[in-house]
């Protein structure tokens, strides 16, 4: 069987490298660096090594659309972010499907892997695809809808090692999909018994994990008021069974700082104002300016032209990805407060960070500099070198703002 995939970054290139064992993959993305890249066996991403694409025998990268002409299935994986009024941007997800529509046969079947509300793949993506295949939903064509669940930079729970949800336009093309994946993924598939019910089960997931993590930047802001250690609140509390294991942070990336946006969207849609889930997104959407106030607190004024070094860039631990991320808030509040901030990030890629955000991230790191550090990702390379290696890129009066809970 010949397997289309449309869209190769976090999700569609591991998502290529597993169907490949078992079908004929013809993976297609519209960035010809990135073709060009995958075809020399380098994954910019990061997520997959020179090895693991250099041992690939059924798989075809392209950035011609028409290359995947002759496939029956075709998986889109493609970006669905947020415009500037945090409302979805479905625009990149909609010229996929006018590709796709162009070059489906009779009984074709597209499953699409990007987050969306509920009802996204039928009442926006069908209409898409049928008016420029012009081909008959359920009856010419059908559609599937499979949610991501990949965690970049987790090299433990990976593609393999995650049940996958799997679902179709009808009860036999809902079996299809499901042994589509079922045959590729590790940890087997949970068919359920609807497209909606899919996408739902996909728009709570990050919701919840969104609203978890904005309840303990609460708390941190409220006890660093009463000068507490959240850390130590959390180890009492932590040895009650039930009691949830989360950690503050800056929530950037393209899910949990997105998703919630599109189910808070589709509700309002209906009437209803998730007050909640809103919420959540409020807290930690300005969660940076807490850190700022906390962290200039500390210092002695005046604390103009103060050098600062931030460690991290990327939204999240031991990756590269750096979309949405909370650090670049961070870098120019500080800035905007009147320090002198530097970057170090030993993953993310130089170039593109100055690229997107014009912020030159430092190749290395000098002691004896800085007058204050913070701990912003909690990368495993920090962790490593420990606080003592840390503490020696600071003068000998300094601060210390280690919220990520690093330790020595």
């Not at 949830?244 to 990336?253: A, H, M, Q, S, T």
């Not at 969660?287 to 991290?312: Q, S």
């Not at 913070?374 to 210390?400: P, R, T």
């Amino acid at each position: 069987m010949k397997v289309g995939i449309i869209g190769l970054g976090y999700v569609g290139l591991p998502l290529a490298i597993v169907f490949q064992k078992k079908y004929d993959v013809y993976a297609y993305d519209n960035n010809n660096n990135k073709i060009a890249q995958l075809k020399n066996n380098y994954d910019k991403t990061n997520e997959l090594s020179k090895k693991e694409l250099k041992n690939l025998s059924n798989i075809k990268f392209s950035n011609k659309i028409s290359d995947l002409k002759d496939c029956k299935i075709f998986v889109i994986a493609v970006p669905t972010p947020i415009n500037k009024k945090k409302n979805p941007d479905l625009s990149i997800l909609k010229k996929a499907c006018v590709s796709v529509a162009k070059i489906m046969k009779i009984n074709s079947i597209v499953v699409f892997e990007s987050t969306v509300y509920p009802g996204v793949t039928e009442e926006i993506c069908v209409p898409i695809l049928s008016k420029y295949s012009a081909l008959k939903y359920n009856k010419e064509f059908f559609c599937g809808y499979s949610p991501e669940r990949i965690n970049p930079g987790d090299k433990t729970h990976n593609i393999n090692n995650i049940v996958k949800l799997t679902s179709g336009s009808t009860e036999k093309i809902s079996r299809i999909v499901d042994n589509l994946y079922s045959k590729v993924i590790n940890a087997g598939t949970y068919r359920t018994k609807s497209i909606k019910i899919a996408e739902a089960a996909k728009s709570i997931e990050n919701a919840q994990r969104d609203i978890n993590i904005a309840f303990i930047n609460e708390l941190k802001i409220i006890f660093d008021k009463m000068n507490l250690d959240l850390y130590e609140i959390l180890k009492a509390a932590q040895t009650k069974w039930n009691f949830l294991k989360f950690e503050p942070g800056l929530v950037g990336g393209h899910c949990i700082g997105v998703d919630p946006y599109y189910l808070s969207y589709i509700s309002q849609k209906y009437k209803h104002v998730p007050r909640i889930i809103l919420s959540g997104r409020n807290i930690n959407d300005n969660f940076h300016n807490h850190i700022i106030e906390d962290f200039a607190r500390k210092f002695k004024k005046p604390i103009l032209r103060k050098k600062i070094l931030i460690l991290g860039f990327a939204f999240k631990e031991n990756c590269r990805d750096h979309r949405n991320t909370k650090i670049n808030n961070l870098y120019k509040g500080l800035k905007k407060k009147g320090f002198k901030v530097e970057i170090f990030d030993p993953h993310v890629d130089k170039k593109d960070v100055w690229k997107v955000y014009k912020i030159k991230i430092l190749s290395k790191i000098k002691k004896n500099k800085y007058d204050g550090v913070i701990v912003a990702v909690k990368h495993d390379y920090f962790k490593k070198i420990g606080l003592n290696k840390i503490i020696s890129f600071c003068k000998k009066k300094h601060v210390l703002y280690n919220f990520k809970n690093l330790k020595i």
